[in-house]
């Protein structure tokens, strides 16, 4: 077990939707960060937060937006959904090495 | 621009056999590097890092990494391959200076064949 949380653990929506995924982090971490996994694209990077700022983005689209609360806990939000947002996404969290969270799987129907 | 690269898809060995895991990486200034693994419908879980020191560095399971500055390399091995190991291996690289990024390669599926 990581510390690290997430629900939840499936979704299962439709097209054009919007949905929310949600992370706790370890317990005296105060960066966290969200990752997508799909088959064909890898581990991909979307974006960091430190002490509830924003750290640091990667590949993340406009139709995706993140925030860290102040307890710390992060919410990444997801709109317009397409086939294609269909993944497992992570949440991780550490300074150095990062400890995933057992992920959110999305179906986008 | 970090970039990581895992040159093997697929790594097939024997139980009992050494293994090694390849992983080259392209970076600004020194590297953070690192090695995941990752368990069917589990999340990535760390092995081991190097960040400064021996460039030999020991992790979990049995694992260690050897990081080569003039190769830019950082493989992982394993003297003796279980069955158990078969999973999917991850490499990452940080920057130690400027941006926070993690950048993990492709991934690596390691089949250790009984």
């Known amino acids: 077990d990581s510390g690290v949380t997430q629900t939840p653990k499936h979704l299962i929506t439709a097209t054009g939707q919007r949905v929310t995924l949600r992370c706790s982090p370890r317990?005296?971490?105060?960066?966290v960060y969200w990752y997508q996994q799909s088959l064909d694209q890898g581990l991909q990077f979307l974006i960091q937060?430190?002490?509830?700022?924003?750290?640091a983005k990667g590949n993340i689209l406009e139709r995706f937006s993140a925030q860290q609360f102040p307890d710390l806990h992060s919410e990444l939000n997801l709109s317009s959904l397409e086939l294609g947002d269909s993944a497992l996404y992570f949440c991780?969290?550490?300074?150095?090495?990062?400890?995933f969270g057992p992920g959110t799987r999305l179906t986008v129907l | 621009a970090q970039s990581v690269a895992q040159p093997e898809d697929q790594v097939n060995v024997a139980e009992g056999n050494p293994l090694t895991v390849k992983c080259t990486y392209s970076v600004s200034g020194n590297p953070y590097l690192f090695w995941y693994v990752q368990y069917p419908n589990r999340g990535l879980q760390f092995l081991l890092k190097y960040i400064t020191g021996d460039n030999l560095v020991k992790g979990s399971y049995g694992f260690e990494a050897e990081f080569n500055k003039s190769q830019t390399s950082f493989h992982l091995k394993k003297p003796s391959a279980l069955v158990s190991d078969s999973a999917l291996y991850f490499c990452?690289?940080?920057?130690?200076?400027?941006?926070?990024?993690?950048?993990f390669g492709a991934g690596t599926r390691l089949f250790v064949k009984a």
């Open positions: 317990s005296g971490d105060l960066s």
């Open positions: 937060y430190y002490n509830g700022e924003e750290r």
């Open positions: 990452a690289v940080r920057a130690n200076t400027g941006g926070f990024k993690t950048i």
């Open positions: 991780a969290s550490g300074t150095d090495e990062q400890f």
